[in-house]
């Protein structure tokens, strides 16, 4: 199996499900910023959580915004990132940038934020968007020092975010109202790639997929 391929999926998948779970059911725009793996997998997977009208993709390069963007239907390369993030319902960062990529005064009432990239010892998620709003995790070891947890969380108290299992098991409240912003970051967790290799695995035998190798 390839590692790199589970472990864009899943990495993905989580910050989808994320949106799902947290973002307004009634969600129109979404934006992604960043067009490598990561973008690629978004704009893949987000029209199978909401009714998106159009998703935006952002980049350092417009070039890759544009390559990107011609993949999905209804996707679309745009240069300016704070209009782009302005209008949005939902934003997703995948970026892998060493600083913020977005400022929080342009993400609107009622917004889902989420953020995938990793690059410490800070990162493209906005320090105050995280400690402002309410805050969910995959596992409250984000909050570790890096590199096991996220430069962006650094200093913040962790009994004040939740995790999205603690959502999707019913014991913790998601979104609370149509106007809150709620912000997911995501920091990888081997487990998950452990699993998602695992249902590849067991899908393979099921369809009589891959192959023996000797040694």
């Not at 409240?173 to 709620?182: K, Q």
Request: glycine fraction near 10%; aromatic fraction near 4%; charge should be positive.
């Amino acid at each position: 199996m390839d590692g790199t391929y589970i472990t864009g999926i899943r990495t993905a998948a989580a910050a989808v499900l994320s949106a799902r779970m947290l973002s307004r059911s009634d969600s129109q725009i979404a934006t992604v910023i960043g067009a490598g793996v990561q973008g690629r997998e978004h704009i893949r997977l987000l029209p199978l959580i909401r009714g998106f009208k159009r998703i935006n993709i952002c980049s350092l390069r417009f070039e890759h915004a544009q390559k990107l963007a011609a993949r999905s239907e209804i996707a679309r390369a745009v240069a300016d990132v704070e209009a782009a993030v302005r209008e949005s319902d939902v934003v997703c960062l995948a970026a892998h940038s060493p600083t913020p990529v977005i400022r929080p005064e342009w993400v609107k009432r009622g917004t889902h934020v989420s953020s995938v990239g990793y690059c410490p010892p800070n990162g493209e998620l906005p320090r105050n968007l995280a400690k402002e709003h309410r805050l969910f995790v995959e596992t409250l070891d984000a909050f570790q020092p890096t590199p096991v947890g996220c430069g962006e969380l650094e200093g913040l108290d962790p009994s004040k975010a939740t995790t999205l299992g603690a959502v999707a098991l019913g014991r913790k409240a998601g979104r609370l109202s149509d106007v809150e912003i709620t912000v997911y970051k995501g920091m990888g967790v081997a487990m998950e790639d452990m699993v998602a290799a695992n249902l590849a695995y067991q899908r393979a035998k099921r369809e009589g997929g891959g192959g023996v190798v000797v040694l």
